[in-house]
């Protein structure tokens, strides 16, 4: 009767043992499949973030497009503005209104190249290439050049006549 209670144990051991068996083999295969889960998260948040830091760069473009835009807006506005209030506001006014209105635009055209020279997100290097700034430089210099040519034109320019 030991023997067979010893063998029912030796029995019920040997099921045990082949049951743990099985169960390291289920979480050896479970750690498996969790290593090459994280490591798909790990590059798929690494892509996130290279997509952020290309959003970035598209974005500061924008931002540079719209200072860009509104300095012409207001130059043409400032040189609009004696043609269009000559005769109808004192000289003088006319002047200033265009004047302030041009040294708004040489402004704008400063502003937009100081905002895209800043080096904005820091790693990762997005995938988009930056527009080179020294042709920002010379752009937006030229622009300023004409705005402080109009400015002398809307001073030292002949009034129109009506």
């Given at each position: ?46 892509r996130r973030t290279q997509l952020a830091a ?42 200033a209104m265009g004047g302030v209105l041009v ?60």
């Open positions: 009767m030991a023997d067979e209670a010893l063998s029912k144990s030796a029995g019920k051991l040997a099921q045990t043992a082949g049951a743990v068996k099985a169960s390291a083999e289920h979480i050896k295969s479970a750690t498996g499949a969790m290593e090459a889960s994280t490591g798909r998260i790990e590059d798929s948040a690494d290309d959003r970035t760069r598209l974005a500061a473009e924008r931002t540079y497009a719209a200072w860009v835009r509104t300095g012409l807006a207001a130059l043409a506005s400032g040189v609009g503005a004696k043609a269009l209030l000559a005769g109808v506001v004192p000289g003088l006014l006319v002047s040294l708004f635009s040489a402004f704008c055209f400063a502003a937009a190249v100081w905002r895209q020279a800043q080096p904005g997100a820091g790693p990762p290097e997005p995938d988009t290439a930056r527009l080179p700034p020294a042709l920002l430089v010379v752009v937006n210099g030229f622009l300023v050049l004409v705005a402080l040519a109009a400015l002398a034109g809307l001073w030292l320019g002949q009034p129109l006549a009506r």
